[in-house]
């Protein structure tokens, strides 16, 4: 076997990283952030809706879980942006 062998996934990120859009890397990982920094309890009722130009949509299921998440958004933004090393997310709407 050659000792040069890549795996896909290092290919696929160099050469989004060669071409500028390192970024489509960081939102890929932004779902399975928000599940880990959110919390399991909280996620079972706060799903991604939709995540464009920066702006995450959530859908969560009882007006409770809308207060709750309202309130930690922008600490949860902070966190995600902080793991991922930049603004990936710019703001969080809970609806």
Sequence with gaps: MN???QSIG???NQYLRERGLEHIIKEAQVPDLWDE???EHAAKHARIHTFENKELVVDVTSPVWRM???HRADSIKDKINARL???TIRS???R
Aim: glycine share 16%; charged share 15%.
């Design 37 to 39: 920094i959110i919390g």
């Design 3 to 5: 000792n040069n062998a």
């Design 10 to 12: 290092s290919i696929l």
């Design 68 to 70: 709750e998440l309202r």
């Design 85 to 87: 090393g930049g603004e």
């Design 92 to 94: 969080i709407i809970i």
